[in-house]
């Protein structure tokens, strides 16, 4: 069980938009901690998509886009693909754990 | 271009020891914060531990606390993951992760390496 929560799965038909949301709490996310996304594709490796809430780093698509309101955060995909699908995880960090980096459980995107 | 490469995963027995190497290349490894990063079969990520660029801090999850030790050798450019006490539920798939900056908490992950499986298993 993750102090950060994640819908265990989303979908969406090739070209839709779809969001993918990060709950946390006053001492995670709502303390003004940045949070992060990352893709997982099947079989690989995570791969950073957004950093310090809506940053990309090089080479990800604008189509991925963060953002933060609150308690919690949401990675956007625009003009989904195939490709997308995928298990997406947000991370941030909890002041009142002695854990320095907390994940959430994992979004498994599924494209129609 | 950046790369992990982690080893020393496979089999072990309940009980038993064993350690993980991961060799970066392609950044200047002694500037980074390391991290190391599981995933059980089938399960979302758990981070396991951190180290900052010169060594002197590090942190751990509470599953591992105690049993394993993070290292690094900036001259290897080479990360250690030493783990005793093994346990059924360490079983996972370990990566060796860089720090996006030189703050190692918060922050993020801007680079993972492939993964070292781990069973531990009798």
């Given at each position: 069980?993750?102090?950060?929560?994640?819908?265990?799965?989303?979908?969406?038909?090739?070209?839709?938009?779809?969001?993918?949301?990060?709950?946390?709490?006053?001492?995670?996310?709502?303390?003004?901690?940045?949070?992060?996304?990352?893709?997982?594709?099947?079989?690989?490796?995570?791969?950073?998509?957004?950093?310090g809430?809506?940053?990309?780093?090089?080479?990800v698509?604008?189509?991925?886009?963060?953002?933060?309101?609150?308690?919690?955060?949401?990675?956007?995909?625009?003009?989904?693909?195939?490709?997308?699908?995928?298990?997406?995880?947000?991370?941030?960090?909890?002041?009142?754990?002695?854990?320095?980096?907390?994940?959430?459980?994992?979004?498994?995107?599924?494209v129609? | 271009q950046?790369?992990?490469?982690?080893?020393?995963?496979?089999?072990?027995?309940?009980?038993?020891?064993?350690?993980?190497?991961?060799?970066?290349?392609?950044?200047?490894?002694?500037?980074?914060?390391?991290?190391?990063?599981?995933?059980?079969?089938?399960?979302?990520?758990?981070w396991?531990?951190v180290?900052?660029?010169?060594?002197?801090?590090?942190?751990?999850?509470?599953?591992?606390?105690?049993?394993?030790?993070?290292?690094?050798?900036?001259?290897?450019?080479?990360?250690?993951?030493?783990?005793?006490?093994l346990?059924?539920?360490?079983?996972?798939?370990?990566?060796?992760?860089?720090?996006?900056?030189?703050?190692?908490?918060?922050?993020?992950?801007?680079?993972?390496?492939?993964?070292?499986?781990?069973?531990?298993?009798?």
């Amino acid at each position: 069980q993750s102090v950060l929560t994640q819908p265990p799965s989303v979908s969406g038909a090739p070209g839709q938009r779809v969001t993918i949301s990060c709950t946390g709490s006053s001492s995670n996310i709502g303390a003004g901690y940045d949070v992060h996304w990352y893709q997982q594709l099947p079989g690989t490796a995570p791969k950073l998509l957004i950093y310090g809430n809506n940053n990309r780093p090089s080479g990800v698509p604008d189509r991925f886009s963060g953002s933060k309101s609150g308690t919690s955060a949401s990675l956007a995909i625009t003009g989904l693909q195939a490709e997308d699908e995928a298990d997406y995880y947000c991370q941030s960090y909890d002041s009142s754990l002695s854990v320095y980096v907390v994940f959430g459980g994992g979004t498994k995107l599924t494209v129609l | 271009q950046v790369q992990l490469v982690e080893s020393g995963g496979g089999v072990v027995q309940p009980g038993r020891s064993l350690t993980l190497s991961c060799v970066a290349s392609g950044f200047s490894f002694s500037n980074y914060g390391m991290h190391w990063v599981r995933q059980a079969p089938g399960k979302g990520l758990e981070w396991v531990s951190v180290i900052s660029h010169d060594g002197s801090n590090k942190y751990y999850a509470d599953s591992v606390k105690g049993r394993f030790t993070i290292s690094r050798d900036n001259i290897k450019n080479t990360l250690y993951l030493q783990m005793n006490s093994l346990r059924a539920d360490d079983t996972a798939v370990y990566y060796c992760a860089k720090s996006l900056g030189i703050v190692i908490v918060p922050g993020a992950i801007d680079y993972w390496g492939q993964g070292s499986l781990l069973t531990v298993s009798s």
